[in-house]
């Protein structure tokens, strides 16, 4: 008999891991709490409790080609940076294509999750559930993967803002915003500048007298639009993968000073708010709290997964190291310095071979020293901070993965077999195909996609139709090819030996260099 698996929300996780399961031969049920799929990314004017919420106006920060799923491009005439309406559409087609729906059950939601009395044994999991009508139902799974995320529950931390009983004013949490309209004429301060806390004071500042924008530390700020008009995280190679906070509009707001950057807040009185260096402003209609979110995990046992101070102990953010049997992983609990849907999808290809036996999670103790490494290398690199507890980055953390599923790119085997995917895979940018061209799950199409990829960018910016006469394709040597490759290959091996190289040479300038010479390939 196939495996049950339990597949707790119908996210772009749940989706995912839907499918997963499906091609390991695994047998899913999804219980999605609402009437529809797509999580996070389902927009609607009343906001839900215990549920994800976006306003209106949400654009992705990562473009189309680093967001999608490895093995179903989104198509080219879709832009390059999707509003949230167009992600649903994705969604749905991708939905659709694999026949996902069939699995999931709405409006039901999971009440409790606990090993069954025999769980060293069977690895086996008590699922309750509740629907709508309040009628309760007990389930067994041989394994359970939990893809809530974590944007349910806002965090609003009150008790930071001295005053804020006495505030005449309105205030919530950025998770209630959804359009600025209503605010037309007044003074807000909106609390952090983050993703959210930057959007918003970006679209109120088109409507409102004034916005202020509070922030503790600063952030640094780039464009969705790159180099060469391409997007931004085309650069994020193999070579160079940091990924900046993106917002197209904050500097200009700042420079017109119709956003003003402000201090901490040290107290707020009345409808004036002080801030940490002194100044006041008064008359202030709304304070908006773009403060992050807190995770739980209410249906397991409180011993089993315990959460504190948003940590969970989490080998690779996926498996509890503690259990006797590996048949429970966490999937999308990642706040990734890059697109969080193929990290989520590479967390299930790993997660049901785990479940199958195909693949084995090391000793308890090893678990364990790699969280313990993990919080090390985080609090070495980052300021403390909430946000900062699941922070991973996209590449590093993808090919950690993908290793373990035994998908990752070889790339001493690409630059022998071929060369021009390998280019693409080591200097382009890092679309999830790479992780289809080898191993289980292997697609016959991700070599295609990947020397397409700047194909499907460009082509949803061809709205106008030019009569351009099309250039004349080189024909390179196969000796410059292999040069190129050598040079490219030798740059590699330096950078990861001597890493002091990076401050001296620009990578992304090997792409230029290049381009000219493989216009097939760009």
Same mark, same amino acid.
């Given at each position: 008999?196939? =495996? =049950?698996?339990?597949?707790?929300?119908?996210?772009? +996780?749940?989706?995912? +891991?839907?499918?997963?399961?499906?091609?390991?031969?695994?047998?899913?049920?999804?219980?999605?709490?609402?009437?529809?799929?797509?999580?996070?990314?389902?927009?609607?004017?009343?906001?839900?409790?215990?549920?994800?919420?976006?306003?209106?106006?949400?654009?992705?920060?990562?473009?189309?080609?680093?967001?999608?799923?490895?093995?179903?491009?989104?198509?080219?005439?879709?832009?390059?940076?999707?509003?949230?309406?167009?992600?649903?559409?994705?969604?749905?087609?991708?939905?659709?294509?694999?026949?996902?729906?069939?699995?999931?059950?709405?409006?039901?939601?999971?009440?409790?999750?606990?090993?069954?009395?025999?769980?060293?044994?069977?690895?086996?999991?008590?699922?309750?559930?509740?629907?709508?009508?309040?009628?309760?139902?007990?389930?067994?799974?041989?394994?359970?993967?939990?893809?809530?995320?974590?944007?349910?529950?806002?965090?609003?931390? $009150?008790?930071?803002?001295?005053?804020?009983?006495?505030?005449?004013?309105?205030?919530?949490?950025?998770?209630?915003?959804?359009?600025?309209?209503?605010?037309?004429?007044?003074?807000?301060?909106?609390?952090?500048?983050?993703?959210?806390?930057?959007?918003?004071?970006?679209?109120?500042?088109?409507?409102?007298?004034?916005?202020?924008?509070?922030?503790? =530390?600063?952030?640094?700020?780039? &464009?969705?639009?790159?180099?060469?008009?391409?997007?931004?995280?085309?650069?994020?190679?193999?070579?160079?993968?940091?990924?900046?906070?993106?917002?197209?509009?904050?500097?200009?707001?700042?420079?017109?000073?119709?956003?003003?950057?402000?201090?901490?807040?040290?107290?707020?009185?009345?409808?004036?708010?002080?801030?940490?260096?002194?100044?006041?402003?008064?008359?202030?209609?709304?304070?908006?709290?773009?403060?992050?979110?807190?995770?739980?995990?209410?249906?397991? %046992?409180?011993?089993?997964?315990?959460?504190?101070?948003?940590?969970?102990?989490?080998?690779?953010?996926?498996? %509890?190291?503690?259990?006797?049997?590996?048949?429970?992983?966490?999937?999308?609990?990642?706040?990734?310095?890059?697109?969080?849907?193929?990290?989520?999808?590479?967390?299930?290809?790993?997660?049901?071979?785990?479940?199958?036996?195909?693949?084995?999670?090391?000793?308890?103790?090893?678990?364990?020293?790699?969280?313990?490494?993990?919080?090390?290398?985080?609090?070495?690199?980052?300021?403390?901070?909430?946000?900062?507890?699941?922070?991973?980055?996209?590449?590093?953390?993808?090919?950690?993965?993908?290793?373990?599923?035994?998908?990752?790119?070889?790339?001493?085997? #690409?630059?022998?077999?071929?060369?021009?995917?390998?280019?693409?895979?080591?200097?382009? %940018?890092?679309?999830?195909?790479?992780?289809?061209?080898?191993? %289980?799950?292997?697609?016959?199409?991700?070599?295609?996609?990947? $020397?397409?990829?700047?194909?499907?960018?460009?082509?949803?910016?061809?709205?106008?139709?030019?009569?351009?006469?099309?250039?004349?394709?080189?024909?390179?040597?196969?000796?410059?090819?292999?040069?190129?490759?050598?040079?490219?290959?030798?740059?590699?091996?330096?950078?990861? &030996?001597?890493?002091?190289?990076?401050?001296?040479?620009?990578?992304?300038?090997?792409?230029?260099?290049?381009?000219?010479? #493989?216009?097939?390939?760009?």
């Amino acid at each position: 008999m196939s =495996r =049950r698996v339990c597949v707790i929300g119908g996210g772009s +996780s749940g989706l995912t +891991s839907i499918k997963s399961c499906l091609e390991e031969g695994l047998e899913p049920t999804c219980f999605e709490s609402s009437d529809d799929i797509g999580g996070l990314w389902r927009f609607k004017e009343n906001p839900e409790a215990d549920r994800a919420s976006i306003y209106h106006s949400v654009i992705i920060n990562t473009s189309k080609e680093m967001m999608c799923f490895s093995d179903f491009p989104i198509p080219a005439h879709f832009p390059n940076y999707m509003h949230n309406s167009l992600i649903m559409d994705y969604f749905r087609m991708y939905a659709e294509h694999f026949q996902l729906t069939k699995h999931i059950r709405f409006q039901i939601r999971v009440l409790q999750v606990k090993p069954r009395p025999d769980f060293s044994r069977s690895g086996q999991w008590d699922v309750e559930t509740e629907n709508k009508k309040g009628e309760k139902e007990k389930h067994i799974f041989d394994a359970v993967m939990i893809c809530i995320g974590h944007h349910c529950h806002p965090n609003l931390p $009150l008790h930071d803002f001295p005053g804020i009983d006495t505030f005449k004013g309105q205030y919530f949490h950025s998770r209630d915003y959804k359009t600025a309209e209503e605010w037309r004429g007044k003074r807000v301060v909106v609390i952090g500048i983050g993703n959210s806390g930057g959007d918003i004071a970006v679209e109120l500042s088109r409507v409102t007298k004034q916005v202020f924008l509070s922030t503790r =530390r600063g952030a640094w700020i780039l &464009n969705r639009v790159g180099r060469d008009g391409v997007p931004i995280d085309f650069q994020f190679s193999r070579l160079f993968s940091q990924h900046p906070t993106v917002n197209d509009e904050l500097p200009n707001r700042i420079l017109s000073g119709t956003v003003q950057v402000k201090s901490n807040i040290r107290r707020i009185q009345g409808s004036s708010i002080e801030f940490d260096d002194g100044t006041v402003e008064d008359n202030i209609d709304l304070v908006v709290f773009a403060t992050g979110y807190n995770f739980s995990f209410p249906f397991l %046992p409180s011993s089993m997964l315990p959460v504190s101070g948003n940590k969970a102990n989490l080998y690779k953010y996926m498996f %509890p190291p503690g259990l006797e049997r590996p048949t429970l992983a966490v999937i999308g609990l990642v706040q990734p310095l890059g697109a969080i849907m193929p990290i989520s999808e590479m967390q299930a290809r790993w997660a049901t071979r785990v479940f199958k036996g195909l693949n084995t999670l090391p000793s308890m103790d090893c678990m364990l020293k790699d969280i313990k490494h993990k919080e090390e290398t985080i609090a070495k690199r980052y300021v403390t901070s909430q946000r900062h507890t699941i922070q991973v980055e996209y590449i590093d953390y993808m090919d950690q993965i993908a290793y373990q599923v035994g998908v990752r790119p070889s790339l001493l085997g #690409l630059l022998l077999r071929d060369p021009g995917v390998w280019l693409c895979v080591l200097l382009g %940018p890092c679309a999830p195909y790479q992780y289809r061209l080898r191993g %289980p799950g292997q697609w016959d199409g991700a070599r295609q996609a990947i $020397l397409t990829t700047w194909d499907r960018m460009a082509g949803a910016l061809k709205t106008r139709p030019l009569d351009i006469p099309e250039p004349k394709q080189s024909s390179l040597p196969l000796t410059l090819t292999m040069g190129a490759a050598a040079l490219a290959l030798g740059y590699y091996w330096n950078i990861h &030996n001597h890493p002091s190289l990076l401050k001296a040479l620009d990578p992304t300038t090997w792409q230029d260099k290049i381009k000219p010479y #493989l216009p097939g390939l760009w």
